[in-house]
């Protein structure tokens, strides 16, 4: 058994004192060291930054700040932070159900590969935003202040080439986009790395599963429930799936089951959040345990969020955020307990 921390961090600035102060946050934490570790030296600078322009010039600004945080050359950053060319990751398992009232998802993976940072950011150039983020300015999961919020979901390394993560994409969406279809057509266009699944939903009750791979992207609809977890489910793309999906169909059925249950945003986080869930697991070790339960209902703009065997519950009222209310709540503490 061992603690985990998650920082929550909140900036209301310009994008790249955004990424400044992350720089500064981060600099001697051992994300930094294992971000050192698992990019590359260098990537193609000049065509990472035709992209990133095209989709999200703020998110450059982030990068320059985030450069002159941490005080190396921007090419530097870019290849430790942006999330573009990066060599392949091990497989992670994530599952989320969307309603037209709320959306709960858990991300499970490994703590060595986990910023342990929830962040707010209310940039001058973008839309606000709450989520946890992935190799900094990317993000696992997280919300708008349109209510837009979207996750993902890796599928596998079928066709593996040089790409957007899907972490920065989802950056990109929240922070550009107030609907799903939008977010849809925005993720039909970026050139993605590797297979994964994107679960998105609105405040206007529009729900998807956008399933991407490198060379086809497809989307299923939902009515008033959709499941997301870790294979593709269109003929299209089945053969994109790993070879051993049992766990991912198992997770898919149990959150199919809860359609006609009327579940409230409460009750379906607690289920998430339970350890003794069918969407729960501890397998750290082959980066398969549960690390945080992430959700938000769009009628009242609440995010519930915890980590790991944490009995603390962050409630954030995101639109009083939005407002100028801050948390007061720097760090959640959970517990890595394995195998049980």
Request: some cysteine; glycine content about 6%; aromatic content about 12%.
């Amino acid at each position: 058994m061992a603690s985990f921390s998650v920082n929550v961090l909140q900036i209301r600035d310009s994008s790249f004192n955004i990424g400044f102060k992350m720089g500064n946050f981060i600099q001697n934490k051992p994300i930094l060291k294992t971000l050192e570790l698992i990019t590359k030296p260098e990537i193609d600078f000049k065509n990472m930054r035709s992209i990133y322009s095209t989709f999200a010039p703020h998110l450059l600004e982030e990068l320059e700040g985030l450069s002159q945080g941490l005080e190396i050359p921007l090419n530097r950053a870019a290849s430790l932070f942006s999330g573009y060319d990066l060599p392949r990751t091990e497989a992670m398992g994530c599952s989320a159900i969307i309603t037209t009232d709320y959306y709960v998802r858990n991300y499970d993976f490994s703590p060595t590969l986990y910023d342990g940072i929830f962040s707010l950011v209310q940039p001058d150039t973008a839309f606000a935003t709450a989520g946890y983020n992935l190799q900094l300015i990317g993000r696992h999961d997280g919300v708008n202040q349109e209510g837009l919020v979207a996750g993902l979901h890796f599928v596998s390394n079928n066709d593996y080439t040089r790409g957007v993560s899907p972490w920065t994409s989802i950056r990109m969406v929240l922070d550009i986009f107030s609907t799903t279809d939008d977010a849809i057509n925005m993720l039909k266009e970026i050139p993605h790395s590797a297979c994964y699944n994107f679960s998105l939903g609105d405040k206007k009750g529009n729900i998807a599963e956008v399933e991407a791979s490198p060379g086809k992207v497809i989307v299923r609809r939902g009515e008033s429930l959709l499941s997301c977890v870790n294979h593709f489910q269109t003929d299209m793309l089945k053969n994109k799936n790993r070879t051993s999906i049992e766990g991912s169909v198992h997770r898919n059925n149990y959150l199919l089951g809860f359609k006609d249950k009327n579940m409230t945003h409460s009750e379906m986080f607690d289920n998430f959040n339970d350890t003794t869930s069918p969407v729960f697991f501890t397998d750290y070790d082959n980066f398969f345990g549960t690390l945080h339960t992430f959700s938000y209902s769009y009628k009242d703009s609440r995010i519930l969020t915890a980590i790991a065997r944490s009995n603390q519950v962050l409630d954030i009222n995101f639109q009083e955020w939005l407002e100028g209310e801050t948390i007061n709540d720097p760090i959640l503490q959970g517990i890595i307990e394995e195998g049980s």
